[in-house]
């Protein structure tokens, strides 16, 4: 499989659990990254990790806790979220830093009940 | 704080017609990237500028770089139903990351 994939598609979850969105990229980039897409605001940079590194915290509440343990996944472990959490979640990689294009996975609609 | 400002926000109009959707701001960008992002899905990278003044085509769709890499416009010619979807620029600059706009919401009716 190419591309960005990511999972689930879509997630439903109340305010005290736990969960996990999963990205995996076949394109041999070595950066990747969580943006966060909510209606009537732009997309939002969350997290950036380069070569397994975090590079970039957009100052993001704790309850999002990224992780990347090698250059082809990356998760977002997820807790005690809130309701103005609800977004689609988009997962992104390139091949050196944010200069260079970014390929997308097609995100997780994630709803917080 | 770096600002990417798209206009118009929404737009509607009938097939066959033109438009042109603006990307703006009071930063340098070393580059400039356009991506158009339809329901349910990721943005999809449609080109990247690099150059100041630089225009590029992409069949209907004409690609422009202000000359002082602040600004950019994206000029559709005979817009097509397929042509409907979210348009993003997102710019680039010495940090390694990209910058996306507030977006261009465009709706093609046939």
């Known amino acids: 499989e190419t591309g960005v994939t990511q999972t689930p598609r879509h997630l439903v979850m109340g305010m005290t659990n736990k969960k996990s969105l999963k990205c995996e990229q076949h394109l041999g980039h070595n950066a990747m990254y969580w943006y966060k897409q909510s209606a009537k605001k732009p997309l939002e940079l969350m997290f950036v990790y380069s070569l397994e590194e975090r590079v970039e915290n957009n100052s993001v509440p704790s309850r999002f806790s990224p992780e990347c343990p090698n250059s082809s996944h990356l998760f977002l472990h997820l807790h005690t979220l809130q309701p103005e959490d609800s977004a689609l979640y988009l997962c992104a990689s390139s091949g050196q830093g944010g200069g260079t294009e970014a390929f997308f996975g097609q995100g997780t609609r994630l709803t917080v009940v | 704080t770096q600002l990417l400002e798209q206009s118009p926000q929404f737009l509607s109009i009938q097939e066959g017609e033109n438009l042109t959707v603006y990307c703006n701001s009071s930063?340098?960008?070393?580059?400039l990237q356009w991506y158009r992002q339809e329901p349910g899905e990721g943005p999809v990278l449609l080109v990247t500028?690099?150059?100041?003044?630089e225009v590029k085509k992409l069949k209907r769709l004409t690609f422009q770089f202000g000359d002082a890499r602040k600004d950019s416009s994206l000029h559709i010619t005979a817009a097509q139903p397929g042509d409907t979807g979210l348009y993003l620029c997102?710019?680039?600059?010495?940090?390694?990351?990209?910058?996306f706009g507030t977006g261009t919401r465009l709706q093609v009716f046939p």
């Open positions: 500028v690099v150059t100041g003044g």
């Open positions: 930063s340098v960008f070393s580059s």
């Open positions: 997102a710019g680039a600059y010495n940090t390694d990351k990209l910058i």
